[in-house]
């Protein structure tokens, strides 16, 4: 039988730590009986009071509603055996399920901001959720950050465009105005065997920007790593290295976060 | 294949563009000349301290006086020599602004070919004086630029300059600022800050902005 193997941390970019920021980046994922993988990352606003705090309650209120959404589908499956039901939705239901995940995030955006008494802009963050069946993939993103899949049979491809405005610091919020217009959904159906998410700290090291193709020499030794490491949860500090490496540090000060899965054969 | 430039295979940064769009006219001779070369090399000696701008700040210089001259084409901080400018001539702002905005655009597609990442670029407007050519025009250029964010605007009035022109040329959300004396040691200070944080990451759309302490806004 196919299980996910999985692994996710944040690192704080050194220009936060000058800075005595936190790390506002966050990235969460929950394994669903197994065979579903719920994912996701979000990257709060530098210049937003709280986004640290945005950046939590969005990953953690998008895998709950996810989590809720399956344990719907499995009991209408349940009390209506006759009616047939896809797991993988259709795009129309993709965006549909999503525009509902990102009201359900924005409630809870705005409750947390009447709590501390402060605008729900002060909680603003980007946000790529996902969720993998061992036959296809369905994401959403708002926002820059990027999803990379490799599909069983293809080559490593990002799922989005990252989406940035005319200038490097411009990019979408889950709070902004036309959050709901520019946000990006896509279902793949095909087996995908390696997952990778991240906010924008890694892009540079990770995407060429010329063509927007992943830069294979930052996927590879990720996909191997997770290709070797039988435990994750103890073996992580390869992940933890990486991410605090003064190599990478050169290239990139911001916020990282790495959300990697595996689809392994497990006995 | 296209061939990157070198200048960005060997530095991939993203770019903060500055033009500074400077006063060379015969009424900066003397002690203003002195001060703004001075309150430059201020500027390169504060960016360079901090890595990460130092290859992010990307500096162009358009002066006016006897010409409209290039005297900087966009270069990054680390690779930059303050020129000695020297004033002579009149005021040919409008010209010089003309050729400041068509810099700044030719300088995003090179960017955008090198598949270079920028921030939105700052163009610096210092004079003593007033426009002696036709500039009306480009006036409203800087400020159709401005509205479309393809840039941001500074006027910066050193005593003497006529504020009722540079309250024209000016987008009307960013007044011209009057410096205090010559304190374009200031000035250039608070522009290498300013940089800084730019530079620093993303920061999402509304930078903040270190206090202006080198002059006034005259509304």
New interface residues.
Partial sequence: MKKWKTIVKCAV?V??QQ?NLPCQDYGDYFIFKERCLLGAVA?G????KYSDIGSKIAVNTAISFLKAYFDELIEKKRLFPQIPRQNTPNINQAQNLYSDLLKEVLKAINEEAQRLNCSYQDL?CTLIIFFALPNSITAMQIG?GFLAVRPVDGDLQLLFTPD?G??????T?ITSSNAFEEMQVKVLEKPCSFICAST??LE?VAI????WQPFPPFFNPLEEYMKETVETHEDDQYIIDFLNSERLNAR???DKTLLLALLTELN | MAVGLPEFADNPENRCPVILLLDTSGSMYGEPINALNRGISTFKEDVIKDTQASLSVELAIITFGDTVKLAQDFITVDEFNPPKLEASGVTPMGEAMEKALILLETRKRVYKENGIGYYRPWIFLITDGAPTDNWQIPAEMVREAEAQKRCLFFTVAVEGADMDKLKQIAPSDRPPVVLNGLDFRALFQWLSTSMKRVSGGKVGEAVALPPVGWGQISI
């Fill in positions: 970019g220009s936060h800075q990257d606003a530098g210049s937003a603003a820059d940035k005319e200038y490097i610091n411009e990019t919020f924008d700290g540079k060429n920007f010329k063509d990139t000060n911001d």
